[in-house]
């Protein structure tokens, strides 16, 4: 059963260009949440998304950057027209359905290897 | 503001040492969660706690909740020089949270042989 996929690992955008992240959950794992890491800092969390929908974007900025988990697909994040103070790893988890209805199940998060965008 | 915040920010130990790391939070929490991660990888999940428990171990690893506090501890027992790593607790708020786990900015543990 492999993990929590996320490519690419590495990638290098020019100011102004597009960056897309994407994800693929645990087999059988339909909620996907997205972080991001700065450099020395701990992970803040951007968004919570499920299967063609998005249940909490409190965490994402108000521009430039999006989500997206299709039916059928790895989830996306997108992060337009990048800008240096981008630069971060950006990590993926996913959960299985039924951890977001059991509030004290205790269940875990399990969370990617990490993209690590770098504009240069 | 972060919700955890570790303490301390890095420490420095040599291997058969013992390693504490705390951990405050502000709201009240359903549980607390222990990461350990190393450079350039991600995170890997070491322990989880809830908040009706007050202690928990797992291998050499034992954390402690004071809910009272608001604060958590991480003692790892007997370090090896592959525990050489950041820590970060990690916690969940209530029923619209789940899986939006609030981190703290982490300690830097070196265990050097």
């Known amino acids: 059963n492999a993990g929590v996929m996320q490519n690419p690992r590495h990638l290098v955008r020019r100011r102004g260009q597009e960056a897309r992240l994407r994800c693929s959950p645990m087999?059988?794992?339909?909620?996907v949440y997205w972080y991001r890491q700065l450099p020395e800092e701990g992970l803040k969390f951007m968004v919570y998304?499920?299967?063609?929908?998005?249940?909490?974007e409190s965490g994402m900025p108000k521009e430039r950057f999006s989500a997206e988990f299709p039916k059928e697909g790895p989830s996306i994040l997108r992060i337009q027209q990048v800008v240096r103070g981008d630069s971060a790893a950006y990590f993926c988890?996913?959960?299985?359905?039924?951890?977001?209805?059991?509030?004290?199940?205790?269940?875990?998060?399990?969370f990617g290897e990490g993209s690590w965008l770098t504009v240069v | 503001s972060q919700q955890g915040e570790e303490d301390p920010q890095a420490l420095s130990i040599q291997e058969g040492e013992n390693a504490t790391m705390n951990c405050s939070y502000k709201t009240s929490i359903n549980n607390l969660q222990w990461y350990r991660q190393n450079s350039g990888r991600g995170l890997v999940h070491l322990i989880l706690i809830r908040s009706n428990e007050r202690e928990k171990h797992s291998g050499r690893l034992r954390v402690t909740l004071d809910t009272s506090k608001k604060s958590s501890s991480l003692l790892i027992t007997a370090s090896r020089a592959a525990d050489t790593a950041s820590y970060f607790c990690?916690?969940?708020?209530?029923?619209?949270?789940?899986?939006?786990?609030?981190f703290g900015s982490g300690t830097q543990v070196v265990v050097t042989p």
């Open positions: 998304l499920q299967k063609e929908n998005i249940i909490d």
């Open positions: 087999k059988g794992h339909s909620h």
């Open positions: 990690a916690t969940d708020a209530g029923t619209d949270s789940w899986g939006k786990l609030q």
């Open positions: 988890a996913s959960s299985p359905p039924e951890v977001g209805d059991n509030l004290l199940s205790g269940n875990t998060i399990y």
